[in-house]
């Protein structure tokens, strides 16, 4: 494999998403693409390699102008340069050596040793871990603006507060070289990625974190520029109502139901604290999502497409952007390993087909720990990867036979029933009712007759703009304040009434399901009061009676389900008139 082809394939994946790498490899007609049905199916890594084999540079220069890259990445290889949405034929390996040489000249030794900072911290740097690695009393400040200037190091994340650089991937290789950090034999390995390590996954995600923040950094700027008014005042009547009745118009009235919950916990990513009249409750609104059923029952659709978009099935996403990490693909030990990069921060790792992560053994313990937010310690054979917090949360599916009553998993591990405890589940049966509805939503998206567009657009935009100002982000913090979650009496009451009703249905003593079950009502409520943020001026925001009812209706079907069925929850839902 020649160096070109290797950066040809940086490039690729630098300048274009998933889904517009399957579209190209799709039309290129490259064999690699023709067996996946769905962007989601393939490998972005082995995309990108499979079309900047098949290229040369008139064709590369052509999917540039007719596929609409990433206008905002910048890429400065040996080969080829990208900057400003242009692609050119050239390099930037000499223009970056004249301008190291330029700036050693004015700094002296201290560019050098600034540049040695990012090289061994392998990652964004501020001026604050810049100075750490610095001899005391330097000022960096004027070396990395040159140096941005020049185009050695380039924006990887910027607000209010913190401004941070990077050293590009692919001009690494020559700035060691500039460094004396390596011979020339040594960066011809590290361009072709043949005779060394692999770069660390962390690492490699972090970057991926960067590119996931800027894409949010993008939408707000674009939101409060230009729709910011119009959404505030759909908020003043929004609500989970409003959200269930908008599916129900798409989906029909059994499968809105699973869209529902999962773009409710996209509001609840902001992880909001719960509060009571008397104080803290110790609890925020953050929860891992499970649709778990029969194959074929809509599950993929509503965990990843609603959320992500499915541009061939012409449906826009819902999901915030820049807070979905799609892990489709990975095993769960590389998971366990990028995971680190994600400590700290909350994020929503969408994991279709999650059965495959127990085909390898000893997997429910660190998943178990990350649903708990706990502490990740995982010995390998040949390292150790932690100790460190998980703070993120997860949108998964997985395959179950459903019976006539109740349900059989088929993920072998005994242990697993741990992993379910800790999501909120909702069991797919492939009933008449539910067929009919796939097949109906399949056709009218076909032929034309949902349009989703506008109104998927308020409900991001709504979306992203609550998330915004429940995290503080310092484009909007100054204009929409933080409100924490007030948990109601009436709340409390009507959660002990369900708790109640449900232990009189169960004819046992023993009980199959354990008191996580109210920990996700109160959650998802919580969360799902958040659609109503902009309904009041109070430094709070009260449980919606409606958000209640669906997270009661979810509580008692719950317990029904992990009971195998041992009673009806149309009874009980009847009994205390939640239906």
């Given at each position: 494999m020649?160096?070109?082809?290797?950066?040809?394939?940086?490039?690729?994946?630098r300048?274009?998403?998933?889904?517009?790498?399957?579209?190209?490899?799709?039309?290129?007609?490259?064999?690699?693409?023709?067996?996946?049905q769905?962007?989601w199916?393939?490998?972005?890594?082995?995309?990108?390699?499979?079309?900047?084999?098949?290229?040369?540079?008139?064709?590369?220069?052509?999917?540039f102008?007719?596929?609409?890259?990433r206008?905002?990445?910048?890429?400065?290889?040996?080969?080829?340069?990208?900057?400003?949405?242009?692609?050119?034929?050239?390099?930037?390996?000499?223009?970056?050596?004249?301008?190291?040489?330029?700036?050693?000249?004015?700094?002296?030794?201290?560019?050098?040793?600034?540049?040695?900072?990012?090289?061994?911290?392998?990652?964004?740097?501020?001026?604050?871990?810049?100075?750490?690695?610095?001899p005391e009393?330097?000022?960096?400040?004027?070396?990395?603006?040159?140096?941005?200037?020049?185009?050695?190091?380039?924006?990887?994340?910027?607000?209010?507060?913190?401004?941070?650089?990077?050293?590009?991937?692919?001009?690494s290789?020559i700035?060691?070289?500039?460094?004396?950090l390596?011979s020339?034999?040594?960066?011809?390995?590290?361009?072709?990625?043949?005779?060394?390590?692999?770069a660390?996954?962390?690492?490699?995600?972090?970057?991926?974190?960067?590119?996931?923040?800027?894409?949010?950094?993008?939408?707000?700027?674009?939101?409060?520029?230009?729709?910011?008014?119009?959404?505030?005042l759909?908020?003043?009547?929004?609500?989970?109502?409003?959200?269930?009745?908008?599916l129900?118009?798409?989906?029909?009235?059994?499968?809105y139901?699973?869209s529902l919950?999962?773009?409710?916990q996209?509001?609840?990513?902001a992880?909001?604290?719960?509060?009571?009249?008397?104080?803290?409750?110790?609890?925020?609104?953050?929860w891992?999502?499970?649709?778990?059923?029969?194959?074929?029952?809509?599950?993929?659709?509503?965990?990843?497409?609603?959320?992500?978009?499915?541009?061939?099935?012409?449906?826009?996403?819902?999901?915030?952007?820049?807070?979905?990490?799609?892990?489709?693909?990975?095993?769960?030990?590389?998971?366990?390993?990028?995971g680190?990069?994600?400590?700290?921060?909350v994020?929503n790792?969408?994991?279709?087909?999650?059965?495959d992560?127990?085909?390898?053994?000893?997997?429910?313990?660190?998943?178990?720990?990350?649903?708990?937010?706990?502490?990740?310690?995982?010995?390998?054979h040949?390292?150790?990867?932690?100790?460190?917090?998980?703070?993120?949360?997860?949108?998964?599916?997985?395959?179950?036979?459903?019976?006539?009553?109740?349900?059989?998993?088929?993920?072998q591990?005994?242990?697993?029933?741990?992993?379910?405890?800790?999501?909120?589940?909702?069991?797919?049966?492939?009933t008449?009712?539910?067929?009919v509805?796939?097949?109906?939503s399949?056709m009218?998206?076909?032929?034309?007759?949902?349009d989703?567009?506008?109104?998927?657009?308020?409900?991001?935009?709504?979306?992203?703009?609550?998330y915004?100002?429940?995290t503080?982000?310092?484009?909007?913090?100054?204009?929409?304040?933080?409100?924490?979650?007030?948990?109601?009496?009436?709340?409390?009451?009507?959660?002990?009434?369900?708790?109640e009703?449900?232990?009189?249905?169960?004819?046992?003593?023993?009980?199959?399901?354990?008191?996580?079950?109210?920990?996700?009502?109160?959650?998802?409520?919580?969360?799902?009061?958040?659609l109503?943020?902009?309904?009041?001026?109070?430094?709070?925001?009260?449980?919606?009676?409606?958000?209640?009812?669906?997270?009661?209706?979810?509580?008692?079907?719950?317990?029904?389900?992990?009971s195998?069925?041992e009673f009806?929850?149309?009874?009980?839902?009847?009994?205390?008139?939640?239906?």
């Amino acid at each position: 494999m020649t160096d070109k082809i290797v950066e040809r394939k940086l490039l690729l994946k630098r300048a274009f998403s998933q889904t517009k790498l399957f579209e190209i490899g799709k039309a290129l007609n490259i064999s690699y693409f023709r067996s996946f049905q769905s962007e989601w199916d393939i490998n972005s890594d082995k995309a990108a390699l499979e079309i900047s084999t098949t290229v040369d540079n008139k064709r590369l220069k052509e999917i540039f102008v007719k596929y609409g890259p990433r206008e905002w990445q910048v890429f400065n290889g040996q080969y080829y340069t990208f900057k400003d949405g242009e692609l050119r034929l050239e390099g930037s390996w000499k223009t970056i050596q004249t301008a190291i040489s330029q700036i050693k000249k004015k700094y002296g030794e201290r560019c050098s040793d600034v540049l040695r900072c990012f090289i061994e911290l392998d990652e964004g740097c501020g001026v604050e871990e810049i100075k750490q690695n610095l001899p005391e009393g330097t000022n960096p400040i004027p070396i990395l603006s040159d140096l941005e200037e020049l185009g050695v190091i380039v924006p990887s994340y910027k607000s209010k507060h913190l401004l941070e650089w990077v050293i590009l991937e692919e001009t690494s290789p020559i700035i060691r070289l500039e460094l004396g950090l390596a011979s020339k034999e040594l960066e011809r390995k590290m361009v072709t990625g043949v005779g060394i390590p692999k770069a660390e996954p962390e690492g490699e995600e972090r970057r991926v974190i960067e590119g996931m923040d800027r894409e949010l950094d993008n939408y707000l700027n674009d939101l409060l520029k230009y729709r910011v008014d119009r959404i505030a005042l759909f908020g003043k009547s929004f609500s989970v109502a409003s959200l269930a009745d908008y599916l129900k118009d798409l989906f029909g009235p059994i499968l809105y139901f699973d869209s529902l919950l999962s773009i409710t916990q996209q509001y609840g990513l902001a992880d909001v604290e719960i509060i009571h009249s008397g104080g803290r409750t110790g609890m925020q609104t953050g929860w891992n999502l499970s649709l778990f059923g029969e194959p074929g029952t809509g599950k993929s659709f509503s965990v990843r497409d609603i959320i992500l978009g499915k541009t061939d099935a012409k449906v826009p996403p819902h999901g915030i952007p820049g807070r979905n990490r799609y892990a489709g693909g990975i095993t769960p030990a590389r998971f366990i390993r990028i995971g680190q990069a994600y400590s700290g921060r909350v994020f929503n790792f969408i994991i279709p087909e999650f059965n495959d992560w127990f085909k390898y053994k000893g997997m429910v313990e660190p998943l178990k720990l990350a649903m708990e937010r706990g502490e990740i310690k995982y010995e390998m054979h040949r390292e150790v990867i932690g100790p460190y917090h998980f703070t993120s949360f997860f949108s998964v599916n997985y395959n179950v036979a459903a019976l006539g009553r109740g349900y059989e998993v088929t993920i072998q591990d005994p242990n697993f029933s741990a992993i379910e405890d800790r999501m909120l589940c909702r069991l797919h049966r492939l009933t008449k009712q539910r067929f009919v509805e796939i097949a109906d939503s399949q056709m009218r998206l076909a032929f034309g007759e949902i349009d989703i567009e506008e109104g998927a657009q308020d409900i991001r935009d709504h979306l992203s703009l609550v998330y915004a100002a429940e995290t503080e982000h310092p484009l909007v913090q100054d204009r929409f304040p933080p409100k924490p979650i007030m948990l109601t009496p009436k709340a409390q009451e009507m959660l002990m009434k369900v708790r109640e009703a449900i232990l009189n249905e169960i004819p046992r003593e023993v009980v199959r399901f354990s008191a996580r079950l109210e920990d996700r009502a109160i959650r998802f409520a919580s969360a799902a009061s958040l659609l109503t943020y902009f309904q009041s001026n109070l430094d709070y925001i009260p449980i919606d009676e409606e958000a209640l009812r669906y997270a009661l209706q979810l509580y008692i079907e719950e317990a029904s389900v992990r009971s195998q069925d041992e009673f009806r929850p149309e009874a009980v839902l009847e009994k205390l008139s939640i239906a």
